[in-house]
């Protein structure tokens, strides 16, 4: 009895342990299975011999965070879509904050020039017309050297005939009290008195009318000319004013339309 059993039991032990070698049999055929320590590595497999050593992907460098500013200005521009966004506007706003260029031309038509002019005045008269922004220096034949002004801004404009009483050369600016009021409400503080030079207003040359407060000048805004933007005074550009005073001299006859 307990010989059979033992036989028995070793039959038993023999059809359990045949398919467990058979196991190890085949694991020992292939290679394990090694899989990167590192979480953040792709999913393959590494296949070799018992003493491979495990793979490591290095770990990708942190990524910084996108400077939006950079980014847009070197996309292309795309159409419009109508659709806005808020960090666009403000990338547009800082595309636009430097100054942009101060226009340092004027238009054609008020440079000087030789044109006909047909009037009854003599030569030598200076007839200013508001209107249209010229200033006209009348000559001989119906001819007339013409020059663009500025003139007065709306609510300074005037008309009159008034005699040049006195010139000068890089004129000194003492603006009137009605003047440094006017300005001083709209926030623009002005000097009560401005030596002659290139950052006056008055220009390189100034014409005084009679006894007003008016006078024919150059000016540092060149740009104005062609345009009501005076207080009254009627400006040029500071080569066309000095061409002009040494055309003209003290007792000249300006008419003002």
Known sequence: MTMKSVFMAL????????????????YRERPPVVVSPDLSAPWVTQLGGANVRPVVYPRPPAARQPIYRQQQAAMPQRPNSGVTSQRPARVQAAAVRPNAPVRSQIAPQFLPQIVNYETNEKPGTIVIDTPNRFLYLVMADGKARRYGVGVGKPGFEWAGTHKVTRKAEWPSWTPPKEMITREAAKGHYLPAFMEGGPANPMGARAMYLGSTLYRIHGTNQPWTIGSNNSSGCIRMRNEDVTDLYERVNVGTTVIVI
């Open 11 to 26: 039959s038993l032990f023999s059809a359990f342990a045949a398919p467990a070698a058979m196991a190890n049999d085949r």
